[in-house]
């Protein structure tokens, strides 16, 4: 008795909020240059922290979905998500009908803040203007008593707007393992297509971490770069003299099909969704072991669960956080992974160029393996001066034309959960091209 | 199809430290609903909601070094996995093996989370600090480590219990967390299932834990008009609302050969799930159980079962008008006239959020196993709405070994799960 054959899931369509864009074409083209989106923070007064600097989304406003009923009941995060979800679908050239709605599912990655700082400083102001809070004065709070700022905290709001904005009524699930969140996000959309649930799946990451809050949980740990002077250079992930990440913020998006669905349509495929791998490192919770252990199982599920080898890699999207034991782990786990190939396979960080989105960090990364395959086009390792000894990998520092058969996208996140995808150009496949816009430079 | 079964179970919530001792409170038909105690209520128009009584940190958490780095919610979480674990023996069985197999086995057995997400009471670690910088945010940045405790990012994560639980015991493979609400515990369970039949892992532990008995979001839920201002009662005419409790719950499950390889006792298996959303938002709900049906309707597939098979049904009975309304449309249209016993236990011990599904499957499990269906306790008169609907406030008697637990929550999102009791 065989098995049935396994779906296979094609991504068809892409949207990109980030840093160093508010849509793929001008993303993509600032990756290729290594132009940087880190700058003074102007979201706020940032002047006593340490970390004065970030990657904030700039210029932004929602142009495709304005429905400001929808837009009130949205965080800063949420605007990000709802503008690259409408992106990808666009892209896609297909979105739920009434009747299509059940068999189209949701999956999101989404950031852990609550309350936005202006509304925590409405309820200090009341109910805790001494320091410590007064229950009995939340009574009185405007803040504690607007339904807007609950529902806008809530950790599922994210995946509430974009199901109601698009109407998917299949499966639905909204997953937090940190800075794995997005690559998980994608991981969980994969298994539940190949599980036959649903036929096209919505699947992205969202996060804005750029607040007085925000920002402090991670000075507080030291994790930040705090080279304020040169923000376009504080992301230098492998580089000897990095010294911390760079907070970013925004959303990525994809719509995820299966194969044979898309095809007959005939949808332009980026690539193929091909293989998941998870881990625990089970260490600590803030790093992975130097051996790389964790990491190395993660990228090993992902090949496996793909039925690819190291030998058809072309391109590696890093983790590359730019902190000092990200990198190093990852170099070792991806060495022990690849073996003699971990001195050859193309590797770059595009953390370097956009900062750390966080819970949307590998659902963009996973989409820009998928362009990198789409386009034969490789982002670079922008900032790399001083290598690192511990570091020897061969990492992108020029924009290079390649085909791409084949993409591993590396996410691993405070916790010890570690996400890896492998993606594989569609001419690896089914022997046919991806179809249209495919090699099209921006 | 391979067998997927469940070897250890573990919870705690107001009505109990043990699943037995959970089952024997719903049973007895005593609820744990009782005036919060966390903070003074006197003038607020909720006060009511099943805390964990005498609530130790020790007790439920023995490593104290761990306390700074985690919350009540996941204290809660880490001792309801550490129940289940020990249950399941198979740390114990994991430690007898050479090194290169125990390994191996490690990175063979994953963990699933359900987790409630954000909350407020974190925030207000930063209160102190906004006092002292007077609303000069220069201040705030140049004080800030003078002020807050340096692993306040780390103790807001809301994958704390997947990953202590992977660092205590060493569990190595699949993993995720899930945040989308109330049904996160049960997604565990249903992600779990999912994972072993594809060979992903051979054992994993689902968890689902949350303790959002806090004052602001007691107000937001009162002011949405989810909360009850008397008494929990699911599926009753005179129904206000619902009611918080907290707590955690926690299963092994894992590939029938696993659980042999050790000669695991198997309390049970867990048979099919499903998952649908409604797609109107965060808080609507439709009138025609739409997304439940779905849900039901997928999981009875999933196992290969037809609605006859099952023989009770944990209902989601939050107390609030419209879910349990629209609840009972959703059973009938999937039951007909064939209904098996209905219940639900929220009315005892609260509505736990992310862990409300898989405590109630946990405490479903021992009620199969003593072939009994608790009565809601707290029920005086059957909702017309509601008509048809088998649901008593006495025990009934399953129809076969098969229950069937449903989940609803924030966001749309409905799940259903099959579980049969060994």
Redesign the interface.
């Known amino acids: 008795m065989s098995a049935p054959a396994r779906r296979r899931v094609a991504i068809t369509g892409i949207g990109l909020v980030t840093p160093v864009g508010n849509d793929v074409a001008t993303t993509w083209r600032a990756l290729l240059a290594g132009r940087s989106g880190g700058a003074p923070i102007t979201l ?7 970390t004065r600097i970030a990657a904030e989304v700039k210029d932004f406003r929602n142009r495709l979905v304005t429905d400001r009923r929808l837009l009130k ?1 949205a965080n800063r995060s949420h605007h990000f998500a709802l503008e690259a979800a409408e992106q990808a679908l666009v892209d896609a050239g297909v979105r739920p009908t009434a009747e299509t ?2 068999r189209w599912g ?1 999956a999101v990655g ?1 950031g ?4 936005d700082f202006a509304d ?2 409405r ?2 102001a009341h109910a ?6 007064d ?2 004065l ?2 009185s709070d405007d803040a ?2 607007d ?1 807007l ?3 806008r ?5 994210g ?3 974009l ?2 904005r ?13 800075c794995a969140s997005g690559g ?1 996000a994608l991981g ?1 959309a994969l ?1 539940a297509l ?2 036959g ?1 649903v036929d096209r799946v919505l699947a992205g990451g969202f996060d804005s971490m750029i607040s ?2 925000g920002i ?6 030291s994790a930040l770069s705090t080279d304020n002077d040169t923000p376009e250079r504080a992301s230098r992930p492998f580089d000897a003299t990095r010294n911390g990440f760079l907070l970013g913020e925004g959303a990525g998006f994809v719509v995820l099909e299966d194969w044979a669905l898309a095809r007959a349509r005939g949808a332009r495929i980026y690539a193929e969704l091909a293989g998941d791998g ?9 790093d992975s072991p130097p051996d790389g252990d ?1 990491p190395i ?1 993660a990228m090993r ?1 992902a090949l496996a669960d793909a039925g690819a080898t190291v030998d058809t890699i072309d391109y590696v999207n890093a983790h590359g956080t730019s902190t000092l034991m990200n990198d190093r782990s990852e170099t070792a786990a991806l060495h022990a992974v690849f073996g003699a190939r971990g001195r050859s396979v193309p590797v770059s960080s595009t953390k370097s160029t956009m900062g750390h989105l966080i819970a949307a960090a590998g659902a963009v990364e996973g989409a820009l393996c998928a362009l990198a395959i789409a386009r034969g086009e490789l982002p670079v390792n922008a900032n790399l001066r001083e290598r690192d000894a511990d570091c020897d990998l061969n990492l992108v520092t020029t924009p290079t034309r390649t085909r791409v058969r084949a993409a591993l996208s590396n996410s691993f ?5 570690n996400s890896c995808l492998v993606l594989r150009h569609p001419e690896e496949v089914d022997g046919r091209p991806g179809g249209r816009g495919e090699e099209a430079g921006p | 199809m391979t067998r997927i079964v469940i070897t250890g179970s573990g919870a705690v919530c107001a009505a109990g430290r043990q699943p037995a001792e959970i089952l024997a409170a719903v049973r007895a038909g005593t609820s744990s609903l009782r005036r919060i105690e966390q ?2 209520t ?3 128009p909720a006060q009511v909601a099943a805390e964990i009584p005498d609530f130790d940190a020790r007790a439920m958490v023995a490593d104290r070094k761990l306390h700074k ?1 985690i919350r009540r919610t996941d204290l809660v979480g880490l001792y309801a996995a550490g129940c289940a674990l020990e249950q399941s023996g198979l740390v114990a069985h994991r430690d007898t093996l050479p090194p290169p197999a125990a390994a191996a086995y ?2 063979r057995s ?2 699933i989370v359900g ?6 009471e ?3 670690d ?7 910088a007077g ?1 000069d ?9 003078n002020t ?7 103790r ?5 219990v ?3 639980i ?2 205590k015991y ?12 109330s049904v996160g515990g049960l ?1 565990a369970v249903i ?1 779990a299932l ?2 072993l039949r ?1 060979a ?1 892992a051979d054992r994993i532990v689902a968890v689902g834990h949350e303790t959002p008995i806090e ?2 979001m007691v ?2 839920y009162h ?2 008009g989810l909360m009850s201002a008397g008494v929990l009662r699911p599926f009753d005419a005179g129904r206000d609302g619902s009611q918080f409790g907290e707590g955690a719950g926690a299963l092994v499950i894992e590939t029938e050969a696993s659980a042999l390889e050790r000669g695991a006792p198997v309390l049970g298996e867990v048979l099919g799930g499903g ?9 609507a709900i439709r009138e025609d159980g ?2 439940l049906v ?1 849900a039901i309707d ?1 999981a009875l597939a999933d196992a290969g079962l037809s609605p006859r098979d099952v023989g009770m049904v944990v209902a989601h009975g939050n107390g609030t008008r419209a879910s349990d309304a629209s609840e009972a449309v959703a059973l009938r249209r999937v039951f007909g006239d064939d209904l098996p016993p209905v219940t639900g236990f929220k009315w005892s011990f609260g509505h736990l959020i992310a862990a409300a599904g898989i405590v109630e499957t946990v405490v479903t499990l021992a009620a199969l196993q003593a072939k009994v269906v608790p009565g809601i306790a707290t029920l005086r008169t059957l909702d017309p709405a509601c008509a048809g609907l088998t649901v008593a406030a006495t025990a009934q008697v399953p129809r076969s070994d098969v229950a069937l637990v449903l989940c609803r ?5 409905n799940a259903a799960l099959l579980v049969r009791a060994s």
């Open positions: 706020f007064d940032a002047s006593g922290f340490a009941l709605a059940p949701c989404a852990m803040m609550t309350a925590l400083e309820t200090h805790a203007a001494d320091g410590t809070l229950a009995g939340l009574l504690a008593n339904p700022v609950f529902c905290g809530q950790a599922a709001q995946l509430a707007l199901t109601r698009f109407g998917i009524a299949g499966y639905t699930t909204s997953v937090h393992t940190a998980q969980t298994k190949r599980r649930r007085p809050i402090s949980g991670f000075c507080l740990l998870n881990s625990l490192s089970s260490y600590r919770i803030t964790g199982q599920a996140g405070f916790g010890g959960s | 903070w003074d006197t003038h607020w780095l490690s990175d994953g963990v987790s409630g997400g954000g909350n407020f974190n925030q207000y930063f209160l102190p600090l906004m006092t002292q609303g945010l220069g201040a705030f940045g140049r004080e800030l480590a807050v405790n340096p692993m306040w990012l780390l807001t994560l809301p994958n704390n997947l990953g202590h992977g660092i060493g569990l190595k493979g699949t993993n995720a967390c899930i945040t989308s609400h997604v992600e999912a994972a594809a992903e004052p602001q107000l937001y002011g949405l998952l649908a959303s409604e797609a109107q938002g965060l808080l739409d997304g779905r997928e929550g924030f966001a749309s999102t």
